[in-house]
């Protein structure tokens, strides 16, 4: 804020104290003009006093002039005083407001990383600092995330790109015959890409609540029965997997985006387990029921786990590349979850502990 803006807000709230204090006096006077000589002239009636003499009449016209005085000094002292209160009262009121100009200044030139420092102001102003703080870090907080989106799709799409671009010059410079050894790594290649673009464009739209949910009760044994079925016969056999349904368990969704959850979800935990237990539990609660996939497999760090549902996030970066995964498909869990007004979350006792995904969904009435 400008020392000009700064001085037109103390004028104003002077102007608007004094013109208060102006109205307060001129009703004052009216009603004094009024009510007290008519008064006055009545008590010293009753005290003697001759109604027709001229000390009567000086006593009375004294009376009124003492009265105008006061009144004009009562309003020069209560004048002096607003305009001292206001000027105080405007200093403390531009501070925070300067402090919240130049910082939003700021955040608008690209500085998400700004604060404003508390200072001695009235509540309110002091709780819009709070909130433009607030929104000041959920800036940087979501531009953080984006650097690091871009900078994780970048990495995704350039590695292979760089084995496309590899092979075809080295088919165009006559180095490699397009052999079907050679077809079948650039096949796998494009299809690595065509994933990623599927796989970025279904989280877009879940998280953006764009896909479309044929909302229905969903047994849930039903329901995993049928994501357990074909992923069993390519189970290892120091692998086992175990499920524990209640027949009642049941949820309202769209059962093919849940088929897509659990999927995700036991493909991720028996790709950190290559030997030892998965398991399916539902426990049915009061009006939702809760879905856990744990494992004994790998497990997660501690300091991973409030980042597993993120874009591109892995917990094992070379473990995951090896595999091929997208390091999108926790993010597609959550997006989809949250679109049937669920959670999901993740929890381990650390490495080598294995983890257990929780999701929870609105129970089918």
Sequence with gaps: MTSRRRARLVTGLMLAQGAVLAVAVLVAVVVAAAVGPPLFHEHMIRAGADSSSDTLAHVEEAFRSAGLITLAAAFGVALLIAAAVTFVLGRRLTR???ALARAADQVAA?????????????VELATVTDAFNQMARDLDQTEQVRARLLSDLTHEVRT??????TYLDALDDGVAEPSPQTLSVLREQVDRLTRLAQD?????????????????????????ASVVAPLRPRLPGSLVLEVDIPDAAAVRGDRARLQQVLTNLLDNACRHTPSGRVSVVAVVQERSVEIRVADTGDGVPAEALPHLFERFYRADTARDRDHGGS???????????????????????????????????????
Excluded at 110 to 122: E, F, K, L, M, T
Excluded at 203 to 209: D, G, L, P, Q
């Design 160 to 165: 292979p790109l760089t084995t496309l671009t």
């Design 96 to 98: 925070p407001l300067d």
């Design 327 to 365: 390091g999108l498909g926790l993010a597609i869990c959550r997006a989809v979850v949250h679109a049937h007004d669920g959670t999901v979350t993740a929890s381990s006792a650390g490495p080598g502990q294995g983890a257990t995904f929780t999701v929870t969904l609105p129970k089918a009435s």
């Design 110 to 122: 690209g500085r998400h990383d700004v604060q404003v420092r508390p200072v001695r102001a009235p």
């Design 200 to 224: 970025m464009g279904a989280v877009s739209r879940a998280e953006e609540a764009a896909v479309a949910l044929r909302a229905e009760p969903v047994s849930v044994q039903d329901l995993v």
